[in-house]
């Protein structure tokens, strides 16, 4: 009768335990609290934990290029680190570590929230991530991340209102496209481009985003531009 009293107690204390351990990831309580140093750009931020300095990289996600050493400053990048530092400054922020933890530049890799929200959803929402590094086994919420990307697209926002901006493998920067095609009229410079959303918009040289534009159309005029449907790009 002891034997089976020791035996149901062990049973018992199994089922607490495995119980326990789905209420401690539901609740999130599998998440590590950190003191959020600096944030270096829109996906890399550097935390204290355990009294020791880490550079975090955000899994499943890319931002634009803010401070790359071979890149220029890349559109919708300040956005970014400035969405992702508004959201972790004076917020209780937690990391989910990936599987495997850190990459081979050695930074922690996880998913970051700051309280309770995901930052890196918070960042696809607003058009100013894509979903990429897609890599087994740190694939836990990328079917998530991709509806609300796609949401994003339809929408045409942040790096999606730039037609070819955001390829499969990064994005483009000014020195990767040309000032000008060789079948365009060089007399005429103003470039029709139209979204991901169908609408058409058109780029006079002294906008923020003429040089990364891939245009569809050229115009000699703004309104050419605007007879042919097309309106002026906000920035």
């Given at each position: 009768?002891?034997?089976?009293?020791?035996?149901?107690?062990?049973?018992?204390?199994?089922?607490?335990?495995?119980?326990?351990?789905?209420?401690?990831?539901?609740?999130?309580?599998?998440?590590?609290?950190?003191?959020?140093?600096?944030?270096?750009?829109?996906?890399?931020?550097?935390?204290?934990?355990?009294?020791?300095?880490?550079?975090?990289?955000?899994?499943?996600?890319?931002?634009?290029?803010?401070?790359?050493?071979?890149?220029?400053?890349?559109?919708?990048?300040?956005?970014?680190?400035?969405?992702?530092k508004a959201m972790l400054n004076g917020s209780d922020v937690e990391l989910e570590l990936g599987i495997g933890e850190r990459d081979?530049?050695?930074?922690?890799?996880?998913?970051?929230?700051?309280?309770?929200?995901?930052?890196?959803?918070?960042?696809?929402?607003?058009?100013?991530?894509?979903?990429?590094?897609?890599?087994?086994?740190?694939?836990?919420?990328?079917?998530?991340?991709?509806?609300?990307?796609?949401?994003?697209?339809?929408?045409?926002?942040?790096?999606?209102?730039?037609?070819?901006?955001?390829?499969?493998?990064?994005?483009?920067?000014?020195?990767?496209?040309?000032?000008?095609?060789?079948?365009?009229?060089?007399?005429?410079?103003?470039?029709?481009?139209?979204?991901?959303?169908?609408?058409?918009?058109?780029?006079?040289?002294?906008?923020?985003?003429?040089?990364?534009?891939?245009?569809?159309?050229?115009?000699?005029?703004?309104?050419?531009?605007?007879?042919?449907?097309?309106?002026?790009?906000?920035?």
């Open positions: 009768m002891k034997n089976n009293m020791n035996i149901w107690m062990l049973l018992f204390s199994a089922f607490l335990f495995l119980g326990g351990c789905s209420d401690f990831q539901s609740t999130g309580k599998n998440r590590i609290p950190v003191y959020v140093e600096d944030v270096i750009d829109g996906d890399t931020i550097k935390v204290r934990v355990d009294g020791k300095s880490e550079t975090v990289r955000f899994l499943l996600v890319d931002t634009p290029e803010s401070v790359h050493p071979n890149k220029p400053v890349q559109p919708f990048s300040k956005e970014a680190s400035s969405h992702t081979k530049y050695g930074r922690l890799l996880a998913y970051v929230y700051a309280d309770g929200e995901s930052v890196q959803k918070s960042l696809l929402k607003n058009g100013l991530a894509r979903v990429a590094y897609v890599f087994e086994p740190n694939t836990k919420y990328v079917e998530d991340f991709e509806k609300i990307q796609k949401q994003a697209q339809k929408e045409g926002i942040g790096i999606w209102s730039l037609e070819n901006y955001t390829q499969e493998d990064g994005y483009i920067s000014d020195d990767t496209v040309t000032e000008k095609e060789d079948a365009a009229d060089t007399k005429c410079t103003i470039k029709g481009n139209i979204n991901s959303s169908g609408e058409k918009i058109y780029h006079v040289e002294s906008g923020r985003y003429y040089k990364i534009t891939k245009p569809e159309e050229w115009f000699c005029s703004e309104q050419e531009a605007i007879d042919a449907g097309f309106r002026k790009s906000q920035q």
